[in-house]
């Protein structure tokens, strides 16, 4: 009886020690957990204790989630059914957030973006106290991502703060080139490209430095893409070679796919129609094989296109009809892409009021997105959609026009017709007038308003970097110079946390009536982060810059505060510098004055430092 006691205190010790080291091959960071060591570690902890239901649910878990890192969402799906029934079973809290984190990338890959966000949020609260930061960054930058698609851009963008401050704290560099590659992907949702870029090339500069990151080769895509935007059509094809090499030297299908189809994307943008076919056809296909279903009204919806652009209507209205059952999940502004080119098909079959009744359509599903945020409306979108509506009135109106002088022709009998036609005609005019003239109007205020800070009234990031690359243009020509200071609000986070993010608010706001007694009406200061300004001197040389940070400072060290609230000081830290001939890009001036201030930092912050040379 003794020897069967210890026999049985043996096996438990065993599954014991084999389930602790489970939990700790779920800590390894996404490096790890992507490799094909961390399955055989897994087979292997398996292997070394007797059958538990725990264990091997847990098992059946990090299985799951290897296979979601190689995006093969069909065998991590089947991994997941199998450890379901177990952990129902079991009840441990430990095991059910495990799964739970496996369970919001099927979801999301299967476009059930409101289930991966409810349990994302409700798993969340539930581990910010126990799991290790690489991993709470990756939780959170999901969470975030799945936000993005429901348009939540303030809560996504406040998660990505805490998914960048998570990653730095693991030291994480995969999480620190995910979290920039993630900030790409909302400023390009936002319509900013250009920050968009500079996020994409922060991330693929992460990756170039650690080379165990190479196989996240859709990071080069992502940037591939934002110069297509930007119409650098030589860097845009530069990144999809290198992505495409590494995808086939990996054999990894979804980075492949996702490759093909921005490259089918960018040839589109080209007018190779043909060409691009072939390459989003090979994309839709590995999609199927991967079991990804996000995207698929995008892939489909792009291939339609296409076809629709070789005058193959058939088979564009087959990809159409495939695109719109699974664009039911996403939100109006997808669709809109979609409601375009069924409009663009029923033109194509010279159904022509159907057509333009397909492109109000359209147009009302992207003005109620446009009214939700219009932070994330682009100009360029709203021009091409004006052009876009013009184009077909016109058309129309050539019809209507071919109608009336078929009608002068026919017999006296017709000309009260004609009459009424004609009238109707004018009125059709002038409504149409009424309409431009009220769409322009808005136009021109929504222009006015995406140039400037919601918080602060002041110029936003996008207006005073086009008058930052406007006067280094001009610098560039020997017509012009200027300097540029960089700044923001010391300790800033720790005055949200004390005194709440109203009272932040208020302090943000206060920076603009500070700077503005200091400054020039010549100058232009800017909102260009969440604390970070950045004020344009033209014509002013470095000393005299650093006079007017040294001033500013200054002010802020003896504003009053105390209005706001009790016992609340504020400092802020400057970096100062000029544009010099040596300065090949504006990327150096800027780079510059961000390590000015980052040593004004560095140094005890309340402090302004200033340097012409490269540091």
């Excluded at 945020?373 to 009135?393: C, H, I, K, P």
């Excluded at 302090?507 to 909102?527: N, P």
Aim: hydrophobic share 40%; charged share 30%; glycine share 4%.
């Amino acid at each position: 009886m003794a020897l069967l006691v210890i026999m049985v205190s043996s096996v438990l010790d065993a599954n014991e020690e084999a389930l602790s080291k489970m939990y700790d091959l779920a800590n390894q960071s996404v490096t790890q957990r992507a490799k094909a060591q961390h399955l055989e570690d897994i087979n292997q902890t398996l292997v070394l204790a007797s059958e538990d239901q725990h264990l091997a649910a847990l098992g059946n878990i990090l299985k799951a989630s290897y296979y979601i890192f190689q995006e093969d969402f069909i065998k991590a799906q089947q991994f997941l059914i199998k450890a379901k029934p177990s952990v129902d079973l079991i009840q441990s809290e430990k095991l059910s957030n495990e799964y739970q984190f496996a369970e919001i990338f099927i979801l999301r890959s299967s476009s059930d973006i409101d289930g991966a966000m409810v349990i994302g949020e409700s798993l969340y609260k539930k581990v910010i106290e126990s799991w290790p930061k690489h991993k709470l960054s990756h939780l959170v930058l999901e969470l975030a991502y799945v936000k993005s698609f429901k348009y939540k851009y303030d809560e996504a963008l406040q998660l990505m703060e805490k998914a960048m401050d998570y990653a730095y704290e693991s030291d994480d560099p995969f999480q620190i080139a995910e979290t920039y590659n993630m900030f790409g992907i909302l400023y390009s949702e936002l319509n900013d490209e250009t920050s968009a870029n500079r996020y994409y090339q922060k991330a693929v500069e992460v990756l170039e430095r650690n080379p165990g990151l190479s196989t996240n080769t859709y990071l080069y895509t992502n940037l591939a893409d934002s110069y297509r935007v930007l119409k650098n059509y030589d860097e845009a094809l530069k990144y999809l070679n290198k992505s495409e090499e590494l995808a086939a030297a990996d054999k990894d299908d979804a980075a492949m796919s996702f490759a093909f189809q921005m490259r089918g994307r960018l040839l589109s943008e080209q007018k190779k129609y043909a060409e691009a076919l072939k390459y989003l056809l090979q994309s839709e296909e590995l999609i199927g094989q991967i079991g990804e279903d996000l995207f698929r009204y995008e892939i489909h919806s792009e291939i339609s296109y296409a076809y629709l652009k070789l005058d193959q209507v058939d088979k564009a209205e087959k990809h159409l009809a495939i695109a719109e059952k699974h664009a039911g999940k996403q939100g109006e502004t997808d669709k809109y892409f979609i409601e375009n080119i069924r409009a663009l098909l029923l033109y194509k079959k010279e159904q022509y009021k159907e057509s333009y009744d397909a492109l109000a359509e359209s147009y009302d599903n992207y003005v109620k997105q446009f009214n939700d945020d219009l932070t994330r409306v682009s100009n360029l979108a709203r021009e091409e959609l004006e052009e876009a509506q013009l184009n077909f009135d016109n058309k129309l109106l050539a019809k209507e026009n071919e109608l009336n002088a078929k009608n002068a022709e026919e017999s006296q009998r017709y000309n009260v017709m004609l009459w009424v036609l004609v009238v109707l005609l004018v009125l059709s005019i002038l409504v149409l007038f009424w309409f431009m003239y009220r769409f322009r109007k808005l136009a021109i205020k929504n222009r006015k308003l995406a140039l400037t800070d919601n918080l602060t009234r002041m110029p936003n990031r996008r207006y005073i970097f086009r008058k930052l690359d406007d006067y280094h243009n001009q610098s560039e020509k020997g017509k012009f110079s200027y300097s540029v200071i960089i700044f923001d609000l010391d300790h800033f986070k720790a005055i949200n946390d004390r005194f709440g993010h109203n009272i932040g608010d208020k302090v943000i706001q206060a920076t603009k009536d500070i700077c503005q007694i200091i400054l020039r009406d010549t100058d232009t200061i800017g909102r260009i982060g969440g604390e970070e300004f950045l004020i344009l001197l033209p014509e002013t040389t470095v000393d005299d810059a650093y006079k007017i940070a040294e001033r500013i400072r200054e002010q802020f060290e003896g504003y009053d505060f105390e209005s706001l609230a009790a016992g609340l000081k504020v400092t802020s830290s400057f970096g100062v510098t000029e544009y010099t001939d040596e300065d090949q890009n504006l990327d150096f001036v800027i780079n510059r004055a961000d390590r000015l201030l980052y040593k004004a930092k560095h140094d005890g912050r309340n402090k302004v430092f200033a340097n012409i040379v490269q540091s």
